[in-house]
């Protein structure tokens, strides 16, 4: 396998995926706590593709590889430790598969299934770690900002 064919594989099919199971991880936790709306979206540009499935709604774009973002609502909104909730558990669903697919990779080695391993990790550190730069914040952000407020 050369370098361009890994490259396109991870920014095609692992990179979407690792980041759709990221963004599921904030849907789950929103719909724990009842959330009355919630939309996953998927990459940039020209929508592709709605759905809905079971009260999710989904879209893909067409740069589905470019990042995602999931929006909740719920009437009464949602407290402080419900947010802190909701924006931890997308990292922790990569944490949660990067374990999974480090216990797979005691048993067989597999390039694929350790590019999704490097990849979910990167995904987790660089999520929970408080990161804000041009009107863009990562989850750590959100929860340090969610704590700092309670300490005022």
Same mark, same amino acid.
């Given at each position: 396998m050369n370098l361009i064919q890994i490259i396109f594989i991870l920014v095609l099919i692992i990179a979407p995926l690792s980041t759709?199971?990221?963004?599921?991880?904030?849907?789950?936790?929103?719909?724990?706590l009842k959330a009355n709306e919630i939309t996953l979206k998927m990459g940039k540009g020209k929508r592709l593709v709605a759905i809905t499935l079971l009260d999710l709604n989904i879209e893909i774009h067409s740069l589905f590889f470019i990042g995602g #973002?999931?929006?909740? @609502?719920?009437?009464?909104? $949602?407290?402080?430790?419900? !947010? /802190?909730?909701i924006s931890l558990?997308?990292?922790l669903s990569n944490g949660i598969i990067a374990l999974?697919?480090?216990?797979?990779?005691s048993y067989e080695v597999n390039l694929y299934i350790e590019l999704?391993?490097?990849?979910?990790?990167?995904?987790?550190?660089?999520?929970?770690?408080?990161? #804000?730069?041009?009107? @863009?914040?990562?989850?750590? $952000?959100?929860?340090?900002? !969610? /704590?700092?407020?309670?300490q005022k």
């Open positions: 759709f199971f990221h963004e599921f991880g904030h849907a789950i936790a929103a719909r724990t #973002h999931t929006i909740s @609502k719920r009437y009464p909104y $949602y407290k402080k430790r419900e !947010l /802190i909730y558990l997308g990292p999974l697919l480090y216990f797979y990779l999704s391993f490097w990849f979910n990790i990167w995904l987790f550190t660089m999520n929970i770690i408080p990161i #804000h730069m041009n009107n @863009k914040y990562t989850d750590g $952000y959100i929860v340090y900002k !969610l /704590i700092s407020e309670g």
